[in-house]
């Protein structure tokens, strides 16, 4: 999957010369927390709530929401701006996109074509996309099986699950640390009744199980 596919498309910017105030008002309309800083059309920088929180008087000011008000609107986006946006193509993999998100610290990245800004996506949409890849949405039950870093073990459990007559949902599947000859797998199964499908990986010889257990 790629950026480009679940992006928000209907972007909304600001201008580098626009005001705080405009800013807030733009956050609290479309309930976003950060802004694309444009200029001419090419993306120049982002803006954050939490720019704007650190740059905002302290709530414990004694200060009118008038002139509260009046000092938002002389602070303006290119004074507090991040300069150096952390950008992504419609063409970068939604993982590499979630990789960046993670090494730079970041919320959210811009989505650019020739240096113009032509959709965001954010870590809340990571998370749909994760929620959405595990099955989340349907009637399943996960379980998680330990089991050897051989070739055709995860063709093993699938077979196991498929005489079963069940389906699985989504299977994730990665090497212990610490451990490359031991891998764990996660399974999302279309049932709510395990019982039977952990008592067949048992009887072939893996730790399954749907509960957390600390490793011995």
């Given at each position: 999957?790629?950026?480009?596919?679940?992006?928000?498309?209907?972007?909304?910017?600001?201008?580098?010369?626009?005001?705080?105030?405009?800013?807030?008002?733009?956050?609290?309309?479309?309930?976003?927390?950060?802004?694309?800083?444009?200029?001419?059309?090419?993306?120049?920088?982002?803006?954050?709530d939490?720019?704007?929180?650190?740059n905002?008087?302290?709530?414990?000011?004694?200060?009118?929401?008038?002139?509260?008000?009046?000092?938002?609107?002389?602070?303006?986006?290119?004074?507090?701006?991040?300069?150096?946006?952390?950008?992504?193509?419609?063409?970068?993999?939604?993982?590499?996109?979630?990789?960046?998100?993670?090494?730079k610290?970041?919320?959210?990245?811009?989505?650019?074509?020739?240096?113009?800004?032509?959709?965001?996506?954010?870590?809340?949409?990571?998370?749909?996309?994760?929620?959405?890849?595990?099955?989340?949405?349907?009637?399943?039950?996960?379980?998680q099986?330990?089991?050897?870093?051989?070739?055709?073990?995860?063709?093993?459990?699938?077979?196991?699950?498929?005489?079963?007559?069940l389906?699985?949902?989504?299977?994730?599947?990665?090497?212990k640390?610490?451990?490359?000859?031991?891998?764990?797998?996660?399974?999302?199964v279309?049932?709510?009744?395990?019982?039977?499908?952990?008592?067949?990986?048992?009887?072939?010889?893996?730790?399954?199980?749907?509960?957390?257990k600390?490793d011995?």
């Amino acid at each position: 999957m790629f950026v480009g596919n679940r992006m928000t498309r209907n972007l909304v910017t600001i201008d580098k010369d626009a005001d705080i105030l405009k800013v807030r008002n733009l956050f609290a309309k479309h309930d976003i927390y950060q802004l694309p800083v444009v200029q001419n059309g090419k993306l120049v920088g982002i803006i954050t709530d939490r720019d704007i929180r650190e740059n905002s008087p302290s709530p414990a000011s004694t200060l009118s929401t008038h002139e509260l008000n009046y000092l938002l609107s002389e602070i303006k986006v290119e004074n507090i701006m991040t300069k150096k946006v952390v950008t992504v193509t419609p063409g970068t993999t939604i993982e590499a996109a979630a990789k960046l998100i993670n090494e730079k610290r970041v919320n959210s990245l811009p989505v650019v074509v020739n240096d113009e800004p032509v959709g965001i996506i954010t870590t809340c949409d990571l998370l749909d996309i994760l929620l959405e890849f595990v099955g989340m949405d349907t009637t399943s039950s996960r379980v998680q099986l330990t089991l050897s870093s051989t070739m055709g073990e995860i063709a093993k459990i699938t077979r196991i699950i498929n005489d079963m007559g069940l389906t699985i949902m989504s299977i994730v599947s990665a090497m212990k640390k610490g451990d490359p000859e031991k891998r764990t797998a996660v399974i999302r199964v279309n049932t709510d009744d395990t019982k039977e499908l952990l008592r067949a990986f048992e009887e072939a010889g893996y730790k399954a199980t749907t509960e957390y257990k600390v490793d011995k």
